[in-house]
């Protein structure tokens, strides 16, 4: 299984970015396809997740602001994020879960600034 994520930038403060994870391989059944950050200095954290059955949960920081959605037919998870705010710069990096297996895509650069 490989995931390839795209989409992040640099964009300012109340902006939007729309990130995509496109997995490939062997993809049976998917348990969990999410998307997490890592921002300098900090640990990895949840951003939002959505479950197989298209329940979708977010980190309390986010909420309101990201929306997390799946394609099953592309087998990609998108992450739209409106209102940025600098806080949410750091490398967002998508995972997915398969039969209690996680994978990790490479990540890719959020900066908000102005």
């Known amino acids: 299984v490989q995931l390839q994520a795209s989409g992040g930038g640099l964009v300012q403060p109340g902006g939007s970015l729309r990130l995509s994870c496109v997995a490939s391989?062997?993809?049976?059944?998917?348990?969990?396809m999410g998307w997490y950050r890592q921002a300098p200095g900090k640990q990895r954290e949840l951003v939002a997740a959505?479950?197989?059955?298209?329940?979708?949960n977010y980190a309390d920081s986010v909420k309101g602001r990201f929306t997390i959605s799946r394609d099953n037919a592309k087998k990609t998870v998108y992450l739209q994020m409106n209102s940025l705010k600098p806080e949410d710069t750091a490398v967002y990096y998508c995972?997915?879960?398969?039969?209690?297996?996680?994978?990790w895509g490479q990540g890719t650069q959020v900066t908000v600034s102005s």
């Open positions: 995972k997915l879960r398969q039969f209690a297996v996680d994978y």
């Open positions: 391989g062997s993809i049976l059944s998917i348990s969990f």
């Open positions: 959505i479950t197989g059955s298209g329940i979708a």
